[in-house]
């Protein structure tokens, strides 16, 4: 029988996990990113404090990138409050999770460990071992110079000894730029040529050409256009959400893209032009949305789903439409997993590729819409703000769960796309239904299955075994 602090500690963790999916500094619809950094920086300390291991472990249990970086850097910065066995299992995490990270939010956190004096023998090793595997260190010697510098000096790392053609070069690289007179690694040639030269501005990563195109006064639309050839994937999709017009995706990108970043994608496409790439836009987010299915696809029975396309749903200013990327993606992934699928959208719209934000949060009746058809599985992907009118969804579910369904024949799990910083944490529709944060609709099946342990029967004992085992395959991919 668990004890009331046993059921009080799982709920602990659950609530931090869901904060740090959701939570990524930015504003939110309701709330901005003064109040958030408050309310995810109490938590990081309270986890650290209680449950260290169970902090360190949420690592692998697919929170956010910003959130993985301050838990490294807390680990890191606390070691001597570890004992031997702890540091020996936040090692393996710490470096699965640092090869898991983009490029910039690790030199990110590098700069963040330099500038907070935190230079224990530990710290050093990990950045040594991390920036001694890095693929392409000219590259990336460019691209974060400024970063790279301080982690090389921070890290103690010898420079000289690291692996590649641009190895010898780099010390003068970083540190005399001046002194060399040409360089032989041709990307760090390519840089010094862009101090004077306008054409080699279009040769360099695009996040350092901007710095010199700005020196050149080169007009925005014409470096765009010149340095199309140079941008990645991402950067392309940053670019189009942005307006750039001049980098729209080809087909064969659009391929490869992952589902949520391929919804977030589409919804940045004016209506009109969504209507007439009908066929091309469905198909990609339908061939996404089966490759994240893999072997799970039609595996779920009938699922009924309730996505939030109200108002609230666009989001911030920071995180324009964020809520209705998720949703979009949502969707198309609930499809592929489920044998029968009934999708109902709050605005009553039957377009998935033409959802908007719009109109009120009217949850209530749209799960009651939903739970009439009986499904084996009922997911609510919102933000949690019920307000037409106030608090029907928590009455719905209630009467739901006491009178009508008793028995749980019906799985009802809320997935919630934004953090409450008021709440600190994720913002529920009712007290006996899970809800689960979520950043991306890729981690949509294995929230599904964590969020069972939100109903407040499942205790710490239960909770931790299902950690130990997400850890334990999580690090053994990366042994494989």
């Known amino acids: 029988m668990e004890s009331v602090a046993d059921l009080t500690a799982a709920e602990d963790v659950l609530l931090f996990v869901n904060a740090a999916v959701a939570a990524t500094g930015q504003d939110e619809f309701h709330t901005g990113r003064e109040r958030q950094t408050w309310s995810v920086d109490f938590l990081h300390e309270y986890m650290l404090v ?84 890095r693929p392409d260190l000219g590259f990336e010697a460019v691209k974060y110079r400024g970063a790279f510098k301080r982690a090389a000096v921070h890290a103690h790392l010898d420079l000289d000894g690291l692996p590649g ?66 941008l990645t994937r991402n950067e392309r999709l940053r670019l189009q959400r942005s307006g750039g017009e001049a980098v729209a995706l080809d087909a064969a990108a659009l391929g490869r893209m ?63 439409r964020r809520p209705l990327v998720v949703a979009l993606a949502a969707h198309f992934l609930l499809e592929a997993l489920a044998g029968e699928y009934r999708p109902l959208w709050l605005s009553g719209n039957d377009d998935a590729l033409l959802a908007k934000p719009r109109g009120v949060t009217a949850l209530g009746e749209r799960i009651l819409d939903a739970l009439e058809t009986g499904p084996e599985t009922l997911v609510v992907v919102s933000d949690g703000w019920d307000n037409a009118p106030a608090g029907l969804a928590a009455e719905v579910l209630r009467v739901w769960a006491v009178r009508l369904d008793p028995q749980r024949r019906t799985a009802i799990v809320h997935l919630n796309p ?63």
């Open 258 to 320: 992952p589902l949520t970043r391929l919804a977030a994608y589409v919804l940045a496409i004016p209506a009109n032009e969504r209507e007439e790439r009908r066929a091309e836009l469905t198909g990609a987010l339908r061939a996404a949305a089966r490759r994240t299915a893999g072997d799970r696809a039609g595996t779920w029975g009938a699922v009924a789903a309730v996505l939030d396309d109200s108002y609230s749903a666009s989001g911030s200013t920071e995180k324009r």
């Open 418 to 480: 934004v953090f409450d910083a008021d709440g600190i944490g994720v913002r529920r529709l009712a007290p006996g239904v899970p809800t689960a944060g979520i950043r991306d609709a890729e981690d949509l099946p294995e929230l599904v299955a964590f969020a069972r342990f939100d109903d407040g029967r499942s205790g710490i004992a239960e909770l931790r075994a299902a950690v130990d085992a997400r850890v334990e395959r999580w690090l053994a991919e990366e042994d494989r």
């Open 50 to 133: 209680n449950y260290r291991d169970l902090y360190a472990a949420a690592l692998a249990l697919g929170i956010n990138d910003r959130n993985k970086a301050r838990i490294v850097q807390r680990l890191l910065s606390t070691g001597a409050d570890a004992v031997p066995a702890q540091r020996a299992v936040e090692g393996r995490l710490i470096r699965r999770a640092l090869r898991d990270l983009p490029a910039s939010r690790v030199y990110r956190l590098f700069t963040a460990l330099q500038k907070a004096k935190v230079n224990n023998r530990r710290t050093r090793a990990v950045m040594r071992e991390w920036l001694a595997a």
């Open 165 to 230: 053609e641009a190895g010898d070069e780099l010390a003068a690289f970083l540190f005399a730029p001046k002194a060399i007179g040409k360089f032989r690694t041709p990307l760090f040639e390519t840089w010094r040529r862009a101090h004077y030269e306008r054409a080699a501005v279009f040769e360099l990563p695009y996040t350092v050409a901007e710095g010199f195109a700005a020196a050149h006064r080169i007009p925005r639309g014409a470096f765009l256009e010149g340095i199309a050839p140079q």
